[in-house]
């Protein structure tokens, strides 16, 4: 698969009718355009999302997800591109999702995709794609769930998701990902700032990476102390996070990273974490997902004679808000 471009903007819904079972098996075999128009679909959010969740849940469950998150410096392009290329080299099929800032213009990726990752354009095993967050909290964008089992359906093996790396995107990116990839940097005081920010916690593989600067030895230490101190991987069978050295312009450490992600994967499936938390995943989708349909209809009812009636009961002290919302949330 070759790279293709970021979505049209959300101004473009629904401007062709579309033939998402078709959408779907060709994707399947692996097509480019057919995957590009089907993220475009779930990233629009027009009248055929629903349609294509639906034709995509009975397919995938394959791909290792890996997300990776950091401070904006700590090299998580160039890691990224280096990673892709060590697991071509083992025969896998790749996918590239590339969270970035939105363009207050135009609602699309301020980074495009063949900006990123030249080495690997026209390797039919790679597919990249940039996604917006369009505003969203935290920098991973709503439909990255979505874009993800597009690119599982399609065939890939590993998917990575590279964030933005600021407000709550590690976070965000540990409740999509099978396998959460936190990277820092030497020198920039990243080790006690990961434990006293709890990203610890959320870290199933720790890269510092830059090794090869002043300051590297420390931070290593500073995370496995941190990690012993927390205790999480006490517990048998408990997963305990490893740190890897890279320097990833160099491709230095990269192999010993795609090692751990594959060890990590291998946990997964022997010890029935990764089927939680394929559970758990689920869940929080459902919970979005109504979530949005509360408050389109809240956005329906919002200055209609029915909550005005509620309003003027609240003033006239014959109710209080608790009991009127909740007959607002009956009607709904």
């Not at 099929?93 to 900006?115: I, N």
């Not at 409740?175 to 920039?188: K, Q, R």
Request: proline content about 5%; overall charge neutral.
């Amino acid at each position: 698969m070759t790279p293709e471009g970021p979505a049209s903007p959300p101004g473009r819904r629904g401007r062709d009718p579309v033939d998402v079972a078709d959408l779907v098996a060709r994707a399947r075999d692996g097509e480019a355009r057919a995957v590009a128009r089907l993220i475009s679909l779930v990233e629009d959010a027009g009248p055929a999302l629903p349609e294509v969740a639906a034709a995509l849940a009975p397919h995938g469950g394959r791909a290792q997800v890996v997300g990776l998150t950091g401070a904006p410096g700590v090299g998580k392009s160039t890691t990224t591109t280096a990673l892709v290329g060590v697991l071509r080299g083992r025969g896998l099929r790749v996918g590239v999702l590339a969270v970035d800032p939105s363009s207050p213009f135009s609602g699309g990726a301020l980074l495009g995709d063949r900006v990123r990752m030249q080495d690997h354009a026209g390797d039919d095993g790679v597919y990249i794609r940039s996604m917006a967050t369009r505003g969203h909290l935290g920098g991973l964008a709503w439909a990255t769930p979505q874009a993800l089992r597009v690119l599982d359906v399609a065939g890939c093996d590993v998917v990575l998701v590279e964030t933005v790396g600021v407000g709550q995107s590690e976070l965000e990116v540990a409740s999509l990902a099978d396998t959460t990839l936190v990277l820092l940097a030497p020198g920039m005081g990243d080790g006690i700032q990961a434990a006293k920010a709890g990203i610890l916690e959320v870290a199933d593989v720790l890269v510092v990476n830059k090794a090869d600067r002043e300051g590297a030895d420390r931070t290593v230490r500073d995370l496995r102390s941190a990690l012993a101190l927390g205790g999480r991987h006490e517990a048998p069978g408990a997963w305990c996070p490893p740190v890897v050295r890279t320097v990833a312009t160099a491709g230095t450490g990269v192999e010993d990273l795609a090692r751990a992600l594959a060890e990590h994967r291998a946990w997964l499936a022997s010890s029935g974490e990764g089927d939680r938390r394929r559970a758990a995943r689920a869940a929080r989708e459902i919970e979005a997902v109504a979530l949005t349909g509360l408050r389109e209809r809240m956005g329906q009812v919002r200055g209609s004679a029915a909550l005005g009636a509620l309003a003027a009961q609240v003033v006239a002290g014959r109710t209080d808000p608790f009991r009127a919302a909740a007959l607002l949330l009956d009607q709904l």
